[in-house]
């Protein structure tokens, strides 16, 4: 009985040892974190001011761009009306072909000035009330004097059942635009169909269908990411700037919606923005913050 107080006494010695070792390994360790988390905010901070630089540089280079492109897409012009006298084939041939590569470096500058604002949260969202009749309207307008082949139809189904949406249609209009474009471009026969739909009573799902060459599954992940252009012998043909779709994403989740894509090989592509009948929000007019956090839905 004599040994047990000092069993006690020893055995509080040793617990309180193990604390105070405890206590220190917490302290190191809780250094430790600190330190990290302030190693992390220097990266976010440093990647922070890389994305800027990098917009900015964007920005800055699609401006300067414009200006030459558009003197170049000009004078091309002016060659091809024969406002400075007759041309022959083979001259009328490559000043045309000045004009298409014009042409095609503006869009690629125009997509890239987009891309850069949205990165940058400095697109504006303005909403308004609209129908879908004129949207289409003004769809349909706007194709009809590029359809070159009669091989192809592009066909706007009327919007039976939709109401009015309240929405960005300028943003809208853009995701729809770059849809259209891909699948006329990448549909030698057949139709490029645009609908309008309701999935639920509180979304509307815009869906580009064509009859072209398809997609094959492998690439279907990839498609709304910037610069990402199919490794296919027509993809090579027909080379855009892939950033189109990757605009058509950002623009979608801004709008408050997503993107989704399905598609076969041999047989065509479905391409959709599902988007709310009402932008989430007070309604007001604004510059709204892009993250990149939003969904494409692939099979």
């Known amino acids: ?13 040793e617990l309180e040892a193990a604390n105070a070792a ?5 302290a190191e360790t809780n250094q430790g974190v600190v330190a990290l988390y302030a190693e992390l905010d220097d990266h976010a901070l ?10 900015r540089f964007l920005s800055y280079m699609s401006h300067e761009f414009r200006t030459p492109l558009g003197s170049i897409r000009s004078l091309a012009r002016i060659l091809l009306d024969r406002l400075d006298g007759p041309l022959s084939g083979e001259q009328e041939k490559q000043v ?24 940058a949260g400095r697109v504006t969202i303005s909403p308004a009330w609209f129908e879908m009749v004129d949207l289409f309207s003004a769809l349909r307008g706007m194709f009809k004097p590029i359809l070159s082949s009669e091989s192809v139809s592009l066909v706007f189904e009327e919007p039976i059942g939709v109401p009015a949406l309240y929405t960005d249609d300028k943003k809208l209009a853009q995701i729809l635009r770059n849809f259209i474009s891909n699948a006329l471009k990448f549909t030698s026969e057949g139709e490029v169909r645009v609908t309008a739909s309701m999935p639920d009573s509180d979304h509307v799902t815009f869906a580009v269908a064509d009859t072209g060459i398809g997609i094959a599954a492998q690439y279907l992940d990839a498609l709304f990411q910037d610069f990402v252009q199919i490794d296919a012998p027509i993809q090579k043909k027909l080379r855009g700037t892939g950033l189109g779709l990757s605009l058509s994403k950002k623009l979608a989740i801004l709008l408050g919606g997503n993107v989704h894509v399905t598609s076969i ?11 709310p009948l009402r932008l989430p929000g007070d309604g007001t007019t604004g510059s709204l913050n892009f993250g990149l956090k939003g969904t494409v839905d692939a099979p």
């Open 22 to 26: 405890l206590r220190e390994e917490l």
């Open 265 to 275: 090989v041999g047989t065509g592509s479905v391409f959709s923005v599902t988007i």
């Open 46 to 55: 440093r990647l922070k001011e890389a994305s800027e630089l990098k917009s």
């Open 96 to 119: 045309q072909f000045i004009q298409d590569a014009a042409t095609e470096l503006t869009e690629m500058v125009g997509d890239l000035l987009d891309l850069a604002k949205v990165e």
């Open 1 to 13: 009985m004599s040994g047990q107080p000092n069993d006690v006494g020893s055995r509080l010695a």
